[in-house]
């Protein structure tokens, strides 16, 4: 079955400084790849996927994030933290081989961008 | 958030009272879904439909039920078999059975067992 992990509960920015939010995953096959952010007491918003093609993909509010099949990695990241960039962020995973085709989500990672 | 609501935002349970938790969705998808949230266990999945009038068990169905009488509305009923109700409720949808289709998320609603 498949996994998606987040190894850090928290990470702290300086504002202004690059951040990124770690999340690997174990999953048969290609995997789809999410990432969303949740800001206090909210429903969770799309920032972007990866289905295939570019390694490189782009979403919203600035975030990027790069897949890493040799590493299993999907790492968001920000070249530039906002104190708005301030949430819980959510990796999630789905595989498309019959048994890991269940979008599976991360623990969370919160985020705190220091003024 | 947009296109799909939740109601209420807050609900309140006494122990042994069964409870409906609304979602309804205006974005014409075929795909509704149901989960539960916890501080620091992420978010886990209760029910999903992927059509009118049928829909399938998550990883913690039990002490739920909901229903799919229409396309746009996919209501959750927390029973008083739930023994541990208290978190806050997500409703997402999406565009069909595409594995690659996002899915899209309500406001959720925070239910509080007293």
């Known amino acids: 079955a498949q996994s998606v992990a987040q190894p850090e509960d928290q990470v702290n920015v300086a504002e202004g400084n690059p951040l990124t939010v770690k999340c690997t995953y174990s999953?048969?096959?290609?995997?789809?790849l999410f990432w969303y952010v949740q800001y206090p007491n909210r429903g969770l918003q799309f920032l972007l996927k990866y289905i295939t093609g570019d390694n490189l993909v782009k979403g919203s509010y600035g975030f990027e994030a790069e897949f890493n099949k040799s590493q299993t990695s999907f790492h968001l990241k920000k070249p530039s933290a906002l104190v708005s960039d301030s949430a819980l962020y959510f990796c999630?995973?789905?595989?498309?081989?019959?048994?890991?085709?269940?979008?599976?989500f991360g623990k969370g990672t919160r985020l705190h961008i220091l003024p | 958030d947009g296109g799909i609501t939740q109601s209420p935002k807050y609900l309140f349970r006494k122990e042994g009272q069964n409870v409906t938790l609304s979602c309804e969705q205006n974005?014409?998808?075929?795909?509704m879904y149901w989960y539960r949230q916890d501080p620091g266990q992420g978010l886990r999945l209760i029910y999903y439909s992927q059509i009118v009038n049928d829909f399938q068990k998550g990883d913690i169905a039990e002490g739920y039920s909901v229903s799919r009488e229409k396309k746009e509305s996919f209501p959750l009923t927390v029973t008083s078999a739930q023994k541990n109700p208290t978190a806050f409720y997500l409703c997402?949808?999406?565009?069909?059975?595409?594995?690659?289709?996002?899915?899209?998320f309500g406001p959720g609603t925070r239910l509080t067992v007293l």
């Open positions: 974005l014409n998808h075929d795909a």
């Open positions: 997402a949808s999406s565009m069909g059975e595409d594995l690659a289709d996002t899915q899209y």
């Open positions: 999953v048969s096959g290609n995997p789809y």
């Open positions: 999630a995973v789905r595989g498309w081989l019959s048994g890991d085709d269940k979008i599976i």
